[in-house]
């Protein structure tokens, strides 16, 4: 069981950055990779971003590839999401989401995959 809570989230011009944190609660949270995911007004929930277990690894949607960057400090339980040189297209609100994971793994890009998700925090970008 583990509970994420993201902040950071805000308004802000293009080309402008944000840094937003998801902090998780449990004792087991290097037991989970951690994905970011967005969702937009009257689209789907999309990918974003993932990161392993370590923080060895990463993924990330074509569309951010370059600007954003997720890491993580698993002594804080602290998981980040740099966004630099935001587009209007961001827009959306952001959810970090936790997948228990053990032995062999990848870095899903699936929501239905992971098993905990926060409440979302809200970036807007405009042009």
């Known amino acids: 069981q583990v509970q994420l809570v993201e902040s950071g989230g805000g308004l802000v011009q293009a080309g402008d950055s944000l840094r937003l944190s998801c902090v998780a609660s449990?004792?087991?949270?290097?037991?989970?990779?951690i994905g970011w995911f967005r969702q937009a007004p009257g689209k789907e929930r999309e990918f974003v971003a993932a990161i392993s277990r370590r923080g060895g690894s990463t993924n990330y949607a074509d569309s951010v590839k370059g600007r954003f960057a997720v890491s993580r400090d698993n002594a804080k339980n602290t998981v980040y999401l740099q966004m630099n040189s935001l587009k209007p297209e961001d827009t959306a609100v952001y959810y970090c989401?936790?997948?228990?994971?053990?032995?062999?793994?990848?870095?899903?890009?699936?929501?239905?995959?992971?098993?905990?998700w926060g409440q979302g925090t809200q970036v807007t970008v405009s042009s």
């Open positions: 989401a936790a997948e228990f994971v053990s032995g062999n793994y990848y870095l899903s890009n699936r929501p239905y995959e992971y098993d905990y």
């Open positions: 449990g004792r087991t949270f290097s037991s989970y990779v």
